[in-house]
């Protein structure tokens, strides 16, 4: 079946220091729809970012990623951190064509002063 | 901001009760998805619809669990008979097709 990983499963890290969260996946379908959720505290989980066409980039809200079809990859990138982005971080797959979606374990994200 | 009402935010029972939440799409999102969050925050998915009939579902936990979404009616998930181990969040999300899930609020269930 799908699987998406998501290697880290918290991240520390000091306010303006650069944010990279990753994500592989593996499916059989050849043109699979990625995305990043944030979860903040007693939040129920909403869109970050969402992947388009195969080496596209996608930016939201300061967040950036691109997908890679050659790697399996759709890792979130931010440049500076900021406190109010600590949060759960999701990536998930719904493949093309079959709606069943696959999230990642989720990265916990600490940006501390 | 998301669309998605579920019903209750909060719900508690003993073991070997029935417990049942509904969920209110968003209006003209066609398909329907339930997953379960447990204490790791690790999401499960349950089961999905688009309008009534079932897309796919997991091997529902020895069959404690079922789901409908009836037309006309809020779309639901049940537990026949709760075990503490059911005690989680339920997450209800709806969208298009394969597009951005939009997520409801969740029903937290504690099971005594």
């Known amino acids: 079946g799908d699987s998406v990983t998501q290697t880290e499963g918290l991240v520390t890290l000091t306010e303006g220091l650069p944010v990279m969260l990753n994500c592989t996946y593996q499916?059989?379908?050849?043109?699979?729809?990625l995305f990043w959720y944030v979860q903040h505290l007693n939040e129920s989980p909403r869109l970050l970012l969402k992947?388009?066409?195969?080496?596209k980039r996608t930016e939201h809200q300061g967040f950036h990623a691109t997908l890679h079809k050659s790697s399996s990859s759709f890792h979130l990138q931010k440049s500076s951190a900021q406190l109010s982005d600590s949060a759960l971080y999701y990536c998930?797959?719904?493949?093309?064509?079959?709606?069943?979606?696959?999230f990642g374990k989720g990265t916990s994200l600490v940006v501390h002063p | 901001n998301s669309k998605v009402i579920q019903t209750p935010r909060y719900l508690v029972k003993g073991q070997g009760q029935k417990a049942k939440m509904r969920c209110i799409p968003e209006?003209?999102?066609?398909?329907v998805f339930w997953y379960q969050q447990n204490k790791n925050n690790e999401f499960k998915f349950l089961i999905n619809?688009?309008?009534?009939?079932?897309?796919?579902q997991i091997d529902m936990t020895e069959k404690r669990f079922s789901a409908e979404c009836p037309s006309n009616s809020p779309c639901s998930l049940e537990i026949q008979s709760s075990e503490a181990g059911d005690s989680a969040l339920y997450l209800c999300?709806?969208?298009?097709?394969?597009?951005?899930?939009?997520f409801g609020p969740g029903t937290r269930l504690l099971v005594l």
């Open positions: 999300a709806s969208s298009h097709r394969e597009d951005t899930q939009y």
């Open positions: 499916t059989i379908y050849s043109n699979p729809f």
């Open positions: 992947s388009f066409t195969d080496n």
């Open positions: 998930a797959l719904i493949p093309g064509g079959n709606y069943k979606p696959t």
């Open positions: 209006k003209g999102h066609p398909v």
């Open positions: 619809f688009q309008n009534q009939e079932v897309l796919q």
